[in-house]
């Protein structure tokens, strides 16, 4: 079993920055792939951007250039630094884990609000 534990959401100013973090806990294989994914009301679950164990990182095209994800790989956790916030990134953000043993896993966050404002 995996546990993800997010941080960092809130409300914040268009044009302003915010970090989101997410700590995975328990039996994690040694490649996985951690990242965020986000859902605004009224739509579907999109991706973010993802990181693999390997530091291989993929955007979304609408964060590209504004969003930056890294990880700690000795803490299993992961940060998305997001600059330059506009009002349609406001949604709730899921951090998310992907690991493999005989199949792949998926696990989810609880899920965190970020509501940026215009």
């Known amino acids: 079993q995996v546990q993800l534990v997010e941080s960092g959401g809130g409300l914040v100013q268009a044009g302003w920055s915010k970090r989101l973090s997410c700590a995975a806990s328990?039996?994690?294989?040694?490649?996985?792939?951690m990242g965020w994914y986000r859902q605004a009301p009224g739509k579907e679950r999109e991706k973010v951007a993802t990181?693999?164990?390997?530091?291989?990182?993929t955007y979304a095209d609408s964060v590209k250039g504004r969003f930056t994800l890294s990880r700690d790989s000795a803490k299993n956790t992961v940060y998305l630094q997001m600059n330059s916030l506009k009002p349609e990134d406001t949604a709730v953000y899921y951090c998310?884990?992907?690991?493999?043993?005989?199949?792949?896993?998926?696990?989810w966050g609880q899920g965190t609000q970020v509501t940026v404002s215009s």
């Open positions: 998310n884990i992907q690991i493999w043993r005989e199949r792949k896993y998926d696990y």
């Open positions: 328990g039996t994690i294989s040694m490649f996985n792939v």
């Open positions: 990181i693999t164990s390997g530091g291989t990182t």
